[in-house]
């Protein structure tokens, strides 16, 4: 026992040196077997990131000397929708944007083609306006197709798991047999406007709002899916994808206009005259379509809806006679100037992608707030981005 070898230890009981030592030796070792084991240090990341030679900041996780921090992915590299970012999350466009490039492509292409063989003839033979204002309807074209491309058009964010629990406790909680209704209702300037649940995004829509299946995302102020342009169209890009189309339009019948009047001066038919054959098929068939669109828009615009309303047919007059547009401010001018010249809303996903407490509580007004009599002089400016 442990107490027969400490009396054995011991040199009052007469026992040999030898034995004394040995004894002393067994006994150490049976007191060190008890002892904790030292812990060990934590094993390295796997993943090869900088090597930490400094003490964390308070919130994070304990760095030690030399061992290897893992970097914190972002939230729009996890965004569930079907898109893709560009710039640390600040540009963002549809995962499918095959058509865009082809829109690029040809507009570089009957561009380019006009400004080599087209305009050092028109420019010695009638004017050099002409390339310089080709080339400031060049400019504003790309610029308007790119705001409208890589801007976010207004996607939602989606409910977290604990407000999506919260939101479906509230839907049961009505205590009806038959599985409870996907709808809420509220009233817009006298009309009835019904906010429906996104089974996706976990979420009652705001109004005007619609989920786009192509993005798989919920888009504020939803007009369409534009594949030539490779993004939903929405309530934040809307104004860039009209001009876009207006000065295309423009760009497109000035071209046409100048290329068939180069066909007509030159009479010496050469690789020039061939190029400007193919220009002017390209426009000529394209122009129809593009000055079509942009007319339709025009109407859009000088009513306030969108393409999805108007295919809906949300508020025509064959539903009842009391199906008005709500959203309506009664004259032309004053809807093209809230559409164009009104200022740009918020974006709703930050570039880290983290809800705001604003964005919350517009979200709770508005699943509570009766929106009766809602117009432009209401005093919250978030509420009246969500009533346009």
């Known amino acids: 026992s442990l107490l027969s070898l400490e009396d054995l230890c011991s040199p009052g009981l007469g026992a040999p040196a030898g034995l004394r030592r040995l004894g002393m030796l067994f006994l150490l070792f049976l007191t060190d077997t008890d002892a904790p084991e030292p812990p060990e240090p934590p094993p390295f990341p796997p993943d090869p990131d900088p090597v930490c030679t400094a003490h964390s900041s308070a919130g ?12 914190p992915r972002r939230k729009w590299q996890l965004f569930p929708g079907r898109n893709r970012f560009y710039c640390d999350g600040r540009l963002m466009m549809a995962r499918q944007a095959g058509v865009f490039y082809l829109t690029l492509g040809l507009i570089l292409l009957t561009t380019g083609l006009f400004f080599t063989f087209d305009c050092p003839f028109l420019a010695s033979n009638l004017s050099p306006a ?31 798991p604990d407000e999506a629990a919260d939101l479906e406790r509230q839907i049961e909680s009505s205590g009806c047999s038959r599985p409870p209704p996907r709808t809420r209702e509220v009233l817009i300037n006298g009309q009835t406007v019904k906010l429906k649940y996104c089974f996706t995004c976990k979420i009652f829509r705001p109004p005007r709002a619609s989920h786009c299946s192509l993005c798989d995302n919920c888009v504020e102020r939803f007009d369409h899916h534009c594949p030539w342009v490779g993004n ?15 000065s295309l339009s423009f760009l497109t019948v000035f071209i046409l ?65 009391e199906n008005s547009n709500p ?13 164009l010249c009104g200022p740009l809303p918020p974006r709703s996903l930050p570039e880290d992608f983290q809800l705001s407490d604003r964005l919350l509580t517009s979200h709770l007004r508005l699943q509570a707030q009766d929106f009766t009599g809602l117009r432009p002089e209401t005093r919250d400016p978030f509420l009246y981005c969500l009533w346009l």
């Not at 504003?140 to 207004?154: C, E, I, K, Q």
Request: charged share 10%; glycine share 8%.
């Open 130 to 160: 002409i390339p310089a204002v080709g080339g400031v309807l060049f400019v504003f074209v790309m610029g308007m197709l790119f705001r409208a491309s890589f801007t976010d058009p207004g996607v939602l964010p989606r409910a977290t």
């Open 60 to 71: 994070t996780e304990p760095c030690w000397p030399g061992q290897r921090t893992r970097s």
């Open 257 to 321: 206009a100048f290329v068939i009047t180069h066909l007509i001066i030159s009479c010496v038919w050469s690789l020039t005259l061939l190029c400007t054959v193919l220009e002017l098929a390209v426009c000529f068939f394209s122009v129809w379509s593009i000055v079509g669109l942009s007319g339709f828009h025009t109407y859009l615009i000088s009513s306030n809806q969108t393409t999805n309303e108007d295919i809906k047919g949300s508020w025509s007059t064959k539903r009842g006679k």
């Open 232 to 246: 939903c169209v929405g309530r934040r890009n809307y104004r860039f994808f009209y001009l876009f189309i207006v």
């Open 327 to 339: 959203y309506s401010y009664g004259n032309i001018q004053t809807n093209c100037c809230a559409a």
